[in-house]
């Protein structure tokens, strides 16, 4: 089996492949790698019980400003154009209405303000009352007596339909299975740990922990949580730290029509609890996420299990790092957000404190009717700047321009993918001194923009 490539691509997850697919079909690279150290591609942040299942265009996620929901639209944008292009329809990508919902005559007047100041960034965004979510979503009227609609003035803004349910873990296949179509040269190397990346005279062997090594002429990491890791022990990113935050969900009979989300508290840097059908489990009602530190990289049932030695090892315990942690939860607010959301991960206590706050969405809800979502949510990397000791929100990248270059894409890196591949794509093929078709890739998945120049 070849082992030099032009690219080598860190990571099999939906940002890792998007870039594969990206590469393989818009630009002249002879060769391009996927290393990925599970059994199978996107097992990680990318599986379909890791995310929201959502392509999030800042519609209806409520931290968003309107200037960013106009990049963010792009970006999401692409992913469903590729996936309607390719007829994924109710298999990979699904239909369902979406709304974000006001609670109260304070969330009312917040979401009136909001969905006349994003119908700019979307015109056919639609405006609902009380009655008429009653009709799309009852179970969001109907109060705790299971009888009676409850008291408060509820409004939303969204869609009655749209192409918003997405499985990340099958569209990262697609993309794969596509890019090796396009290019028998092409590889993907699983159960491929890369424990050490090392310069040579064309560029970098990745070494795995197996000791099997393959080497490229440029390397690309999108490894989650492990790519300041990597960036690290080469000496890049030390001013950075990570700040691992785990989710989880809780799921319940089949309530809700499609996705529900709730105004966010923005002083919390993560998001507030949403409803919606969960694609991998019969579209029962998927209530979360939850929101927790914790010093894995990986999830696994519970916050406290699965912990070992060398886990610990490769999480980061910069005193900055409790710095920033220390200062976010001296806020009240956030305190009692922390210490809530710790509970939630409790037996028998964390399914009836949770049941509280999901009844903000769902008020009938009752204890009966909902169970921990065991093996659901997944670790993000929220990276901090040590050097300014505070977090920083969303995505992340360390540019060497040096033939490497170290990606770290928390939630909504998946509805980026293919924007953020866009990007990566320039710089290496520009590194690489080989030519890489922009417009065709515009003219397939973003018309509008190509249209706009």
Known sequence: MEKHFDVA?????????????????????GSIAIVEKCNRLAKVSSNVKANSQTIHDGSIETNYTAEKAKKVRLSAKKVETYALKHNLQNKIIFQMQKMAIG????????????????????????????????????????????????????????????WCGMNFELLSEDFAARALENNPK???FLNFWVKEIRRNDDGYYLISRSGEAISAKF???????????????????MNLGCLPMAGSFYFAPTLLKGKVYMVQNPKLPFAALHGDPDINANFRTRIGPTAIAMPKLERKKHWYSGLSLSELRQVDFHREVFG???????????RAYAIRNMIFELPYF???LFLKDARKLIPSLNLEDIQYAEGYGEVRPQVIDRTAKKLELGEKKIITN????????????????????????????????????????????????????
């Open 402 to 453: 040096k033939g490497i270059t170290f990606n770290m894409t928390p939630s909504p890196g998946a509805t980026s993918c293919l924007q953020n591949a866009l990007v990566d794509a320039q710089e290496i093929t520009a590194y690489l001194g080989v030519k890489f078709d922009k417009e065709r890739f515009l003219a397939d998945l973003s018309p509008e923009e190509l249209e706009s120049k």
């Open 9 to 29: 691509i860190i990571g099999g997850g939906v940002s890792g492949n998007a870039l594969f697919w990206t590469l393989s079909q818009y630009a002249n690279i």
């Open 350 to 352: 964390g399914k009836r």
């Open 186 to 188: 092409n590889k993907v």
């Open 324 to 334: 920033v942690l220390f200062d976010l939860i001296m806020d009240s607010e956030i």
């Open 103 to 162: 609670v109260g005559e304070r969330e009312c007047e917040f979401m009136k303000k909001r969905h006349s100041e994003f119908l700019e960034v979307f015109p056919d965004m639609q405006w609902f009352e009380k009655g008429q979510i009653k009709e799309l979503e009852p179970k969001i009227i109907l109060g705790r007596d299971g009888i009676n609609d409850r008291p408060e003035n509820i409004v939303g803004s969204g869609y009655k339909q749209a």
């Open 219 to 237: 390397v690309l990491v999108n490894a989650g949580s492990y790519s300041l890791i990597l960036a690290q022990s080469m000496g890049y990113g």
